[in-house]
């Protein structure tokens, strides 16, 4: 299991444009398409399933909401910044 990181360290290491919400980070996604959406959430699937670490991803309408944490830890570690960055790096 991973150590929930400190204040400091969560600051450091959130990439940009994800935000923090109490014990996760959140991004929103935007897409010019519905389809653009749910393929970019089956391939956040496939990282995250890749991974072993599953967030929660809510698809709408040309946007996808993504929430990270690590639920046995009780908070946000290092996996979660992590796969945050990938899943930036899949939607460029």
């Known amino acids: ?3 929930v990181l400190s204040e400091e360290a969560i600051e450091a290491g959130l990439p940009d444009e994800w935000e923090r919400e109490g014990e996760e980070i959140v991004r929103t996604y935007e897409f010019d398409s519905y389809l653009e959406g749910v393929g970019f959430a089956a391939g956040a ?3 995250a399933e890749e ?3 599953h967030p929660e991803m809510t ?3 040309r ?4 929430r ?3 639920h046995d830890a009780g908070g946000i570690t ?10 930036d790096e899949l939607a460029d």
């Open 1 to 3: 299991m991973s150590d």
């Open 45 to 47: 699937g496939g990282l």
């Open 51 to 53: 991974a072993f670490h």
């Open 59 to 61: 698809v709408g309408w």
């Open 63 to 66: 946007e996808v909401e993504v």
């Open 68 to 70: 990270l944490t690590t």
């Open 78 to 87: 290092e996996n979660d910044l992590d796969l945050a960055a990938r899943f």
